[in-house]
C-alpha cells in the first residue's frame, strides 16, 4: 500500500514568491492534515479536512495561505506571498476516522527556505 | 488548549543502554497518545499508539508507560543501538493532534 506522497521534496524562495505543495494521501483515509514544522520543533498544525470540508484552519494564516482539498483526496497548500518566517516543513498527513484512535501516517514533507 | 512538554532535547547514550524519553501533557481529557521516530529528510514514522485505559505497552525493545494521575508518558529504548539514532516526538489527541518539541537522540557505538 502506498503512503501519503508529497510533492515537491525541497522549494527554495525569494521572498514574496508563491509556492504550491501538493498531498497524496493514502487511499481511503478521509482525513487529510497539513502541519508546518519549523527546524528543531514538533509539528505544528494548519489545517484539515475531513473529505473535502475543512474541519479547522484556525491556526492557518488566511492572509498568505490557503488551502483545498475539492474532491476530498489530493490536497494544495498554497502560500501567496512567502517571508522568511515561512522557512519549515510543512507535511501532510492522513487518517481513517474509524472507530478507535485515529492514526495519522505522515509523508516525508516538503522543506521549505525563503531567502 | 493542550501544552505538552517534552524532555530531555538532546540525549546521547552508548549502544546498548536504555535511553528514556519523558512527555508531560495538562489536558486530562487526553486519550489518546503516540510516539513518532523521524530521520534526517523523512516524515514522521509512527512506533506506538496507546489509549488511556492503558498504562504499559511493549512492543520491539520498546516500552511505553503512562501515568494518568501525574499527566505524564514516557518511552523507553531498551538496549539502543545506533540506528535508533532519529528525533523521537512524543504526541497526545484529545481531538486534536498536539506535539512535543522533539527529542534528539544520539547513540553511540
Known amino acids: 500500500e502506498a503512503g501519503v506522497t508529497q510533492s515537491p521534496r525541497y522549494a527554495v524562495l525569494q521572498e514574496g514568491q508563491a509556492v504550491s505543495f501538493w498531498c497524496d494521501p493514502i487511499s481511503g483515509h478521509d482525513t487529510l492534515y497539513w502541519y508546518q514544522q519549523p527546524r528543531d520543533q514538533g509539528p505544528q498544525l494548519l489545517v484539515y479536512?475531513?473529505?473535502?470540508?475543512?474541519?479547522?484552519n484556525s491556526q492557518l494564516p488566511s492572509d498568505r495561505f490557503s488551502a483545498v482539498r475539492p474532491k476530498g483526496t489530493n490536497s494544495t497548500l498554497k502560500i501567496q506571498s512567502a517571508k522568511q518566517g515561512d522557512t519549515a516543513t510543512y507535511l501532510c498527513a492522513s487518517s481513517f476516522t474509524g472507530v478507535s484512535a485515529e492514526t495519522l501516517y505522515f509523508g516525508s514533507g516538503t522543506r521549505l527556505t525563503v531567502l | 488548549g493542550e501544552q505538552v512538554e517534552q524532555r530531555p532535547p538532546h540525549l546521547s547514550v552508548p549502544e546498548g543502554d536504555s535511553a528514556v524519553i519523558i512527555c508531560t501533557y495538562t489536558?486530562?481529557?487526553?486519550?489518546?497518545f503516540y510516539w513518532y521516530k523521524q530521520e534526517p529528510g523523512a516524515g514522521l514514522q509512527l512506533l506506538m499508539s496507546?489509549?488511556?485505559?492503558?498504562d504499559r505497552k511493549e512492543e520491539q525493545g520498546l516500552t511505553v508507560l503512562l501515568n494518568k494521575k501525574d499527566k505524564q508518558l514516557s518511552l523507553n529504548l531498551t538496549a539502543a543501538h545506533p540506528g535508533d539514532s532519529a528525533v523521537y516526538f512524543c504526541?497526545?489527541?484529545?481531538?486534536?493532534?498536539?506535539f512535543g518539541h522533539g527529542t534528539i537522540l544520539r547513540v553511540h557505538p
Open positions: 496507546v489509549f488511556s485505559n492503558v
Open positions: 479536512f475531513r473529505d473535502e470540508a475543512v474541519i479547522d
Open positions: 489536558d486530562s481529557a487526553t486519550a489518546y
Open positions: 504526541a497526545v489527541s484529545d481531538g486534536k493532534l498536539t
